[in-house]
């Protein structure tokens, strides 16, 4: 991100990380994360969470997390459920540890 951005380490962190402990998140304006803007600004310089999006575990724990993420993820199929979302992933991960 540091080199993406061209920015130093502490830029970086002050304007636009959230730390809490040892957990690093990118700060949130108007419910998105600072770098969304019709798309990931950052792309190429994204943390390894980011690039599991919309594969985060939260999406995965509770139907409700995934109803509210495909509401605003392009890149979920809005067509499917919840149950059918889990049996794809499960597939395309070929894990069968994967819980929905």
Excluded at 37 to 42: A, F, I, P, R, S
Excluded at 45 to 74: K, M
Aim: charged fraction near 20%.
């Amino acid at each position: 991100m540091v080199a993406a951005l061209g920015v130093t380490v502490e830029e970086v962190r002050q304007n636009f990380w959230r730390i809490t402990g040892k957990t690093v998140q990118m700060k949130i304006e108007n419910g998105h994360c600072v770098f969304y803007k019709d798309g990931c600004t950052v792309h190429g310089g994204r943390p390894w969470r980011c690039a599991q999006w919309p594969l985060h575990p939260s999406i995965l724990a509770d139907e409700n997390n995934f109803l509210t993420i495909s509401e605003s993820c392009p890149g979920i199929n809005t067509e499917i459920s919840y149950q059918k979302f889990c049996e794809i992933l499960t597939q395309v991960m070929g894990d069968s540890t994967v819980v929905c």
